[in-house]
């Protein structure tokens, strides 16, 4: 790319969207949204500070490589029967 | 904004700061919402985006306050953490093809449009603008439109002046590129 039209989308590009006023400043005061947010952050801490720790809930999503195990325990079970006390004394 | 010699921190409120007052990080917050605000404003160029990026920031300051080395300038390390507030929403933004030439006109702008240079043409461009990748679209606001120098660009971004400038380079043909498909040779 040329020097020269490089320059020339520069001056495009500074036109399309010219630099900010560096006097501006917020509309409003920003220290409570300040607070309100550390207070968001902190509020699950506190919530759970000095309380028992609560059992790990049964998962609710089962992962798949499970199901699949359990899909080819069933086939290998339907296919022969004949080996199914042989696993339960396994067990 | 956020100039080093603007503004000299007390030790002792870097300090508290650094021990997690609360009232110490109000002093500081007070000191820098305004540079702070305003150099988030030049990145992504929406009022209220910028003000709850400032929000975000004080909280990521926040978050951060064991982490400050107070032997070192308060300044670069806020503007480090605002840059990396702006350019996660950035990442996080779909690029604004919706972009209208009245958004362009309702931010507080310190120079005046040259009517040498279409309405259309102004337009098109702002909208390729927001299609480049946030990595590119950040080091060129800050240098090309903003005018910051490369090793002010470079200390925000956390990279070498080196890559601000191939970044920029990268910006500017991806640009002209994306303006040549849409059928605009500047």
Not at chain 1, 27 to 49: G, N, Y
Not at chain 2, 20 to 41: K, M, N, P, T
Request: charged share 25%.
């Amino acid at each position: 790319m040329k020097k020269h039209d490089e320059n020339r989308i520069k001056q495009i590009l500074q036109q399309a969207l010219p630099p900010v006023d560096s006097a501006c400043e917020p509309a409003r005061d920003l220290w409570p949204a300040v607070l309100r947010r550390l207070d968001e952050s902190e509020a699950p801490l506190s919530a759970t500070a000095g309380s028992v720790p609560r059992a790990v809930p049964w998962p609710r999503t089962v992962p798949w490589f499970d199901w699949a195990l359990l899909a080819v325990l069933i086939v290998f079970a339907v296919s022969f029967p004949a080996t199914i006390p042989v696993f339960l004394y396994y067990l | 904004m956020l100039r080093q010699s603007e503004i000299a921190q007390p030790d002792s409120v870097l300090n508290q700061f650094r021990l997690g007052d609360l009232d110490a990080f109000e002093s500081l917050f007070r000191e820098h919402q305004r540079s702070v605000y305003g150099w988030i404003l030049r990145i992504v160029r929406d009022p209220a985006a910028a003000e709850d990026l400032t929000v975000e920031t004080f909280w990521r300051i926040h978050r951060a306050h064991d982490r400050f080395e107070s032997a070192r300038p308060f300044e670069p390390w806020v503007r480090r953490i605002a840059t990396r507030a702006a350019l996660d929403w950035l990442r996080a933004r779909r690029p604004e093809s919706e972009l209208t030439d009245q958004d362009v006109a309702d931010l507080p702008s310190k120079s005046a449009l040259d009517p040498g240079i279409a309405a259309e043409i102004r337009l098109k461009t702002a909208q390729a603008f927001t299609r480049l990748p946030p990595n590119l679209r950040i080091a060129a606001v800050l240098s090309v439109i903003e005018e910051q120098p490369h090793k002010e660009v470079a200390a925000a971004l956390g990279i070498s002046v080196g890559a601000v400038k191939l970044r920029v380079f990268r910006a500017i043909r991806l640009l002209r590129k994306d303006l040549e498909s849409r059928g605009i040779t500047p």
